[in-house]
C-alpha cells in the first residue's frame, strides 16, 4: 500500500510508479487527508530549523512563511553544526524516496570546505600534528580507504584528497612504508560506470589504478611535507570457519580470489591449519564470512564447501614458570646442541613480550633471534587445544652453547620446545572473545530479551528508554553463544528488534566449558 512521500520542506507529494521500480515519479499536491498531519509536521521542522539563523527566525516569529530555499540553507547550517539529523523515509525494496534522499545530500551535508581541516602527525612523532587544508595549492595529502578488485581494470584504490593535487604520471609518497608509488590512472567512479580524469583536486574522492604497494588506512603525500593521517583501528578476527574447492578446477581460482578479499578487506584473514591441512577464512562474524563466500560466488565464480563457523578461542597462563631446556642430537658428524633457560609469566592485554637477560656471552648474540623465533612459532599452537598463545612475557636468563655443534636451528629448536614446557607449568587457560552486543527492543518482549541473553551467558551493562516505548539493552556475551542469534530474536519478536555486535575482549573460559572445548578438540 506505500505509494510515496510527503516531503515536508517543499509542501508537495511524490508518487511513485511502482512498475518502473522507482525510476519515474510524480510530483502533487498533498492528499486532503494527510493535509492536517503535514500542517502539525512543517511546523515541528521550522521550529527545528528557524534557531539557526537570526534574521529568519525573527521573520518566522513575525508570522511571515520562509521560502523553501531559506528552509534549506537552515537545515544545512543545522546539519553541519550536528544539531540535528535530518531523516528521509523510502522503501530499498521498490527504489521509493531515493531520488529525495540524494537530493538532501547534495542539500545538506557539508563539503569538504564547511568543516575544520584534516590533521595529521609526522611519520614517526605522534605529537607533531599537521594541518591539512582543503586547498588545491597545499601540499599533496589523502587517504587509502578503500581496495576493490574489478574484473576488467584489476586493482583499484580508492583515494580521499583531503589537500593538494594528484595528477596521472606523478609519485607519492606512501607515509606508512616509506616508499614512493606512481600514480598510473585516475578513475572517477559513477554507480555503474567509470570515466577516465587527468587529475583530481581538494575534497574530491577518486580511483587511482596501478598502485603497487598501498594498503587500506595508508596515506599518499607529498614528499616535501610526509604525514599519516588517521589510522584505521582493524581488530583480530573472532570467528573461523573451514573453507574447499569443491572441483579440482576451484582449486587455483580459489586460492586466488581469497587472496584478492584479503587484500581488500583488512579484517579478513586467510590461513592454513598445518595439523588438518585446511584452509581457514577467519573474520568479525557469521554474516561478514557469508557475505566474503557469496562474493565468491558471485563476483569469481567459484564454488567452495564451507565449514561450521568455529570461534577463535586463545590460550593464555595463570601463573610464573621456569623452563630448561636441552636440545642436543649426535648422530655421526655434526650434532645440534641449543639450550636455554626462559621464564615466563602472565603478560594481561599486552601481547607477547621478549627479554634477553643473557650476560657473559653463555649464548652468542646471534642465537638469541633464533630462540625468539622458535618459542613465537611454538605459541601458534598452545598446550591445551591447539590454538594461539597469547598475552606472555618470556625472559632468557640463561643457556649454554657448543662451539661446533649449535647452529640456529638448533636453538630455535630448544626455545620452542621450552615455552611448551613452560606452559605446562604454567596452568594454562582457554580464552573466549566476549562481544559487546546491543537490542533494541519493544518493551512488551523486554523480558524474554533480557533472559534469553542471561540464558547465553550474557553479563547486562545497562538499559536505555528509546523513543517510541522502545528499550536498548547493552550487554556483553561470548561469542559461542552468539551463533544464530539473528533468527532466535527475530522469531521472539515476531521481527521487531535489531541488534548490532562487535568484539569488546578476551576472558577466561568458564572450567566446565574448557573441558568440552578440549575434547572436541582432542
Not at 612523532?125 to 574484473?151: N, Q, T, W, Y
Amino acid at each position: 500500500k506505500f505509494e510515496g512521500v510527503v516531503d515536508l520542506v517543499r509542501g508537495k507529494a511524490i508518487y511513485y510508479d511502482k512498475s518502473t521500480k522507482g525510476a519515474e515519479f510524480k510530483v502533487t499536491d498533498i492528499p486532503a487527508d494527510m493535509q492536517a498531519l503535514f500542517e502539525e509536521k512543517h511546523h515541528e521542522l521550522l521550529e527545528a530549523v528557524a534557531e539557526e539563523d537570526e534574521a529568519l527566525l525573527e521573520k518566522y516569529l513575525g508570522g511571515e512563511a520562509l521560502t523553501e530555499d531559506e528552509i534549506n540553507s537552515c537545515i544545512r547550517k543545522a546539519t553541519i553544526s550536528r544539531s540535528i539529523v535530518p531523516v528521509l523515509c523510502g522503501s530499498a525494496f521498490r527504489n521509493m524516496g531515493v531520488q529525495p534522499l540524494l537530493d538532501a545530500v547534495v542539500d545538506y551535508l557539508p563539503s569538504p570546505v564547511d568543516i575544520p581541516p584534516m590533521t595529521g602527525h609526522v611519520p614517526g612523532h605522534e605529537d607533531e600534528i599537521i594541518e591539512c587544508r582543503c586547498d588545491d595549492k597545499e601540499p599533496l595529502a589523502g587517504l587509502v580507504f578503500k581496495l576493490f578488485s574489478d574484473p576488467f581494470i584489476g586493482h583499484l584504490s580508492f583515494f580521499r584528497i583531503y589537500s593538494g593535487v594528484i595528477e596521472t604520471g606523478m609519485s607519492a609518497l606512501n607515509a606508512n612504508t616509506g616508499k614512493k608509488e606512481r600514480i598510473g590512472r585516475i578513475l572517477k567512479m559513477h554507480a555503474n560506470k567509470r570515466e577516465d580524469i587527468k587529475w583530481a583536486g581538494a575534497g574530491d574522492i577518486v580511483a587511482l589504478v596501478g598502485l603497487k604497494n598501498a594498503s587500506t588506512g595508508d596515506t599518499l603525500c607529498d614528499d616535501k611535507r610526509p604525514v599519516i593521517l588517521e589510522s584505521l583501528n582493524i581488530p583480530e578476527p573472532v570467528i573461523e570457519v573451514a573453507i574447499e574447492p569443491k572441483t579440482k578446477a576451484d582449486r587455483d581460482a580459489l586460492s586466488a580470489a581469497l587472496g584478492k578479499l584479503a587484500k581488500e578487506d583488512p579484517s579478513f584473514r586467510v590461513k592454513g591449519d598445518e595439523e588438518t591441512n585446511q584452509t581457514l577464512i577467519a573474520g568479525m562474524g557469521e554474516l561478514h564470512l557469508e557475505i566474503i563466500v557469496d562474493r565468491l560466488t558471485r563476483e569469481f565464480n567459484v564454488n567452495a564447501n564451507v565449514g561450521k563457523p568455529q570461534v577463535a578461542y586463545r590460550e593464555t597462563i595463570s601463573k610464573p614458570s621456569k623452563s630448561d631446556m636441552k636440545h642436543a642430537k649426535q648422530s655421526g658428524g655434526r650434532g645440534q646442541y641449543g639450550h636455554c633457560v626462559i621464564e615466563v609469566e602472565p603478560n594481561p592485554g599486552k601481547g607477547y613480550e621478549f627479554i634477553n637477560s643473557i650476560t657473559g656471552g653463555v649464548i652468542p648474540k646471534e642465537y638469541i633471534p633464533a630462540i625468539d623465533k622458535g618459542i613465537q612459532d611454538a605459541m601458534k599452537s598452545g598446550v591445551l587445544a591447539g590454538f594461539p598463545a597469547v598475552d606472555l612475557k618470556v625472559n632468557l636468563v640463561f643457556g649454554s652453547y657448543h662451539e661446533v655443534d649449535s647452529s640456529e636451528q638448533a636453538f630455535y629448536v630448544a626455545g620452542s620446545m621450552a615455552i611448551k614446557d613452560a606452559m605446562n607449568k604454567a596452568a594454562p587457560v582457554l580464552l573466549e572473545p566476549i562481544m559487546d552486543v546491543e537490542v533494541v527492543t519493544p518493551e512488551e518482549y523486554l523480558g524474554d530479551v533480557m533472559g534469553d541473553l542471561n540464558g547465553r551467558r550474557g553479563r547486562v551493562q545497562s538499559m536505555e528508554a528509546r523513543a517510541g516505548g522502545a528499550q536498548s539493552v547493552r550487554a556483553q556475551v561470548p561469542l559461542a553463544s552468539m551463533f544464530g542469534y539473528a533468527t532466535d530474536l527475530r522469531s521472539r519478536t515476531q521481527g521487531r528488534a535489531t541488534f548490532t555486535m562487535q568484539f569488546d575482549h578476551y576472558e577466561r573460559v568458564p572450567a566446565a566449558l574448557a573441558e568440552e572445548i578440549q575434547k572436541a578438540r582432542s
